[in-house]
C-alpha cells in the first residue's frame, strides 16, 4: 500500500507548480536563439501549460482546502517547490542552453513530449501518495497530460505533413 | 503511585508537580526570537536526562511549558535550554539574568533511543527551531563518537539570521567526520551558501544505506510529511524514522489528557515517535494527511 502522505488538493499545488515550471521552460525555450519554427513549437507547449494551470486550479476548487499552520508565510509553498524541484523540469537557464541547441521544430516536440512524459510518472508516483479514495482525482491530472501529449503528437504530425511520415498514437501507458 | 499509573494519595500530587530551582548561569541571544540559557540545579546535581527529552519550566506568575533539553547529557555540571519568545512564559524567560532562578520538573517523555541508534548510520534532519532538541543528540554523538557511525545532519532555517547555534554549525562543518548541509530558504545578499528547504540537498545531495540508518526528524509541522517523503523514497522503511512532536502540554506526566494524539498522550508516550507507532494515528496530521472529511 501506498502512504497517505498526502491530500490530492495537495497534489493539485504540486501539479500547478509543475505547469509553472514548465511555463518558464518552454517560454525560456521561445526566447532562446531558436529557429522561428522551434519557438513556435515551444510557445504553443508554453500556451497548453497555462491551460493547466486554470483547469487545476479549478479542480483544486472543488475540495476541501487542508491546511497545517506554517511556521512562516509562503513555508508550504517552499515545501511544495522542494518537492517537484527538478524532478520534471530542469531550470530554465538550461531551457535555454538546449533550445538554442535544438536542430530543429520536430526536436522541440520530441523534447516537450519526454517532459510531459516525466510529468506523468511523477503523478503516477504521486497517487501513491494519497489516499485510495482520493485517486482517481489524480488520474484526472494524468488524463490531462495524455491530452497535452497527443496535442503535441498532432502538432508534429502537422509539423510533417509534407513528408511521408503517418501521425502516430501515443503509446497507449496504463493510469 | 500505584502499578497502574495513578496517584494513591492526594499528598503524591505536591510532590508530583513541585519543581526544583535552577538557577540561570549564562544566557545568551542566539537570534532575534531566540536565546540559550545554560542553568543550574540548586542542588548542582546532574539531571540525568536523555536527548530528546524534556522539563516542564515554570516561573511563578507566568505558568508552565515544556522545553526540550538542548545539551547533552555528556555536559553534567550544567545544562542547556533555547527558548523562543512566542507567549507569556517564554518571554519572561528571555527577561531572565544570570543569578535568576526557574522552577523546573522532569526530566520527561521518551527521547531518542540510543542504545539502538548505536553503531548505525545517523541522519539528523532539523528545520528552524527543531534544530534544538537535536543539538543534544548531536553533541552527544560528538561526545561519544567511536559508537556511531556515519553522523549526517541537514539542517534548514528561513534565513540566515535565524541560524540557530552558529558556532556549533561552523564546528560540526569543520569536523571530518560529520557530513553537514546547511540550507536557508529566504537567503540574504551576503549568503553563498545553499537555497532551499531542507528536503532539496537531503534528496539531492544524501546518499544513505537504509538498513543501517536511523534518520531523526524534528522541526516545524508543514516539514515532516516532506521528510518522510523523501526519506521513504530512498528506501527507508517507518521503523528507522524518529519524529519529535509539539503539542500544548499542561501537567507534562501523563495525567490530564491536554497533549493526546488519538489513544497516545505526547507527553509521555513522545515526544519522540517512531514513524510505526504513528500509522492509523489521525491526530497526528504532520506525519499523514488527514481523511478527507467527505470520506
Ligand atoms: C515536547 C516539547 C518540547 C518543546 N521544546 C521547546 C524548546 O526547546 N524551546 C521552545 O522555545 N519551545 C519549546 N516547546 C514549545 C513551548 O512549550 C510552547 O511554545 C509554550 O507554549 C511556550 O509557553 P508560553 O507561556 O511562552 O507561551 P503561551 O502563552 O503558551 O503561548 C504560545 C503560543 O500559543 C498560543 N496559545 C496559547 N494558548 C493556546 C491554546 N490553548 N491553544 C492554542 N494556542 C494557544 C499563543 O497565542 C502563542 O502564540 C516545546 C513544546 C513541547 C511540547
Ligand atoms: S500534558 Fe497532561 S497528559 Fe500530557
Redesign the pocket.
Known amino acids: 500500500m501506498g502512504k497517505p502522505l498526502f491530500q490530492a488538493a495537495e497534489i493539485l499545488d504540486m501539479a500547478i507548480e509543475i505547469e509553472r515550471q514548465g511555463l518558464a521552460f518552454y517560454s525560456g525555450c521561445a526566447a532562446a536563439r531558436a529557429t522561428e519554427s522551434v519557438a513556435t513549437v515551444f510557445e504553443y507547449a508554453a500556451e497548453e501549460e497555462r491551460r493547466h494551470i486554470e483547469t487545476f486550479s479549478k479542480m483544486k476548487r472543488d475540495l476541501a482546502e487542508y491546511t497545517i499552520p506554517e511556521s512562516y508565510p509562503g513555508e508550504t509553498r517552499s515545501y511544495v517547490r522542494g518537492f517537484v524541484g527538478t524532478r520534471v523540469f530542469q531550470s530554465v537557464d538550461e531551457a535555454t542552453c538546449s533550445a538554442e541547441e535544438m536542430a530543429d521544430e520536430l526536436e522541440a516536440v520530441e523534447k516537450a513530449v519526454e517532459l510531459e512524459h516525466g510529468a506523468i510518472s511523477f503523478y503516477t508516483g504521486a497517487k501513491e501518495l494519497v489516499r485510495e479514495s482520493e485517486r482517481e482525482i489524480i488520474d484526472e491530472i494524468i488524463a490531462e497530460e495524455h491530452q497535452h501529449i497527443r496535442n503535441l503528437l498532432r502538432l508534429k504530425h502537422d509539423l510533417t505533413a509534407g513528408s511521408d511520415e503517418e501521425p502516430q498514437d501515443e503509446p497507449h501507458s496504463e493510469v | 503511585m500505584s502499578e497502574t499509573g495513578h496517584l494513591d494519595h492526594p499528598e503524591d500530587i505536591t510532590a508530583f508537580y513541585q519543581p526544583v530551582m535552577a538557577r540561570v548561569i549564562t544566557k545568551q541571544r542566539l537570534t532575534e526570537m531566540m536565546v540559550l540559557l545554560r542553568l543550574q540545579l540548586d542542588s548542582a546535581e546532574p539531571l540525568d536526562h536523555n536527548p530528546g527529552e524534556?522539563l516542564q519550566i515554570s516561573l511563578p506568575g507566568?505558568?508552565e511549558?515544556?522545553?526540550?533539553f538542548?545539551s547533552s547529557p555528556t555536559q553534567t555540571k550544567s545544562f542547556e535550554?533555547?527558548?523562543?519568545a512566542?507567549?507569556?512564559?517564554?518571554?519572561a524567560m528571555h527577561d531572565l539574568r544570570p543569578g535568576d532562578f526557574l522552577g523546573v520538573r522532569g526530566p520527561y517523555?521518551h527521547g531518542f533511543p540510543i542504545e539502538e541508534m548505536r553503531d548505525r548510520d545517523i541522519l539528523c534532519v532539523a528545520g528552524g527551531?527543531g534544530l534544538?532538541?537535536l543539538r543534544s543528540l548531536i553533541k552527544y554523538v560528538a561526545d561519544r563518537r567511536p559508537e556511531f557511525e556515519r553522523m549526517v545532519l541537514v539542517y534548514g532555517a528561513r534565513m540566515p539570521d535565524e541560524q540557530l547555534f552558529k558556532d556549533d554549525l561552523d564546528v560540526w562543518d569543520a569536523r571530518e567526520d560529520f557530513e553537514t548541509l546547511y540550507t536557508v530558504d529566504e537567503p540574504d545578499d551576503q549568503w553563498t551558501g545553499r537555497t532551499g528547504v531542507v528536503t532539496e540537498p537531503l534528496r539531492e545531495e544524501v546518499q544513505i544505506n537504509p538498513e543501517r540508518t536511523t534518520a531523526v526528524v524534528v522541526g516545524p509541522p508543514v516539514m515532516y510529511r516532506f521528510v518522510a517523503a523523501e526519506l521513504l523514497e530512498k528506501g527507508m522503511s517507518e521503523e528507522n524514522i524518529l519524529f519529535s512532536l509539539?503539542?500544548?502540554?499542561k501537567c507534562g506526566m501523563g495525567k490530564c489528557g491536554h497533549c493526546q494524539l488519538n489513544d497516545l498522550y505526547?507527553c509521555q508516550d513522545g515526544?519522540v515517535f517512531r514513524y510505526t507507532d504513528l500509522i492509523g494515528r489521525s491526530e497526528a496530521i504532520e506525519v499523514w494527511a488527514p481523511e478527507d472529511e467527505r470520506e
Do not use: D
Open positions: 524534556f507566568y505558568g511549558a515544556p522545553i526540550s538542548c535550554l533555547c527558548v523562543a512566542v507567549g507569556n512564559l517564554s518571554e517523555g527551531i534544538a532538541p509539539e503539542r500544548r502540554f505526547v515526544p
